[in-house]
């Protein structure tokens, strides 16, 4: 199946991603015909957790510091309470995101990925889920909080965890290849 042939994923992460929440993605979009970059501030590799410990390292495809995001058609932010932690401190992190919402480009984040979120100053008003405990603070920052295995907003999709990794995948899929979520701007009936 290449239904993503052409189009290209940033997956943005730090030491400390939840491993099945990277290469699970990873794997459905590639195996939908994508092409996958992992973006880093670390130097040649990433360091995965699974559950309670390291496990896997991964290799960085490109240095945020160097990343454009005009090349690439959607973001995904995979969790982990350790790596979306990190990336909201780093203001490379923050304007990469920022600028996939501006574009209106799909960015897709899951379980504690939504925190990344929270530092761009561009969610107040979408309905959005994540792992429980984020709850409040994405409810401080404006969102509509939902408890459902996954959700859209406009350009924005948002899973719980782990376990909703097969409707998230989906959803991102079907996301990427409609290509553009821009809200519609609103018509504007002019009176004769």
Not at 54 to 81: H, M, Q, R
Not at 139 to 159: F, H
Request: aromatic letters at 6%; a negative charge; hydrophobic letters at 40%.
């Amino acid at each position: 199946m290449s239904i993503l042939q052409g189009k290209k994923i940033a997956i943005l992460t730090d030491n400390g991603f939840e491993e099945v929440e990277l290469t699970s993605p990873k794997k459905a979009l590639e195996d939908a015909g994508a092409i996958v970059h992992i973006i880093s501030m670390q130097e040649g590799k990433v360091k995965a957790w699974d559950h309670d410990h390291w496990s896997i390292e991964l290799p960085v495809d490109v240095n945020v510091s160097k990343a454009n995001s005009d090349e690439y058609d959607a973001l995904v932010i995979p969790g982990g309470v350790m790596n979306p932690d990190k990336m909201r401190q780093h203001k490379e992190y923050i304007s990469f995101a920022q600028e996939f919402l501006e574009a209106g480009k799909t960015v897709a984040a899951i379980c504690h990925g939504p925190q990344l979120l929270i530092e761009t100053n561009m969610i107040s008003g979408k309905e959005m889920t994540s792992y429980p405990s984020l709850k409040t603070d994405l409810q401080n920052a404006g969102v509509n909080w939902v408890d459902k295995e996954v959700v859209v907003d406009d350009e924005i999709i948002t899973s719980r965890g782990p376990k909703d990794l097969p409707a998230f995948n989906a959803r991102l899929i079907k996301e990427v290849a409609e290509g553009d979520h821009r809200t519609r701007p609103s018509f504007v009936h002019h009176l004769n």
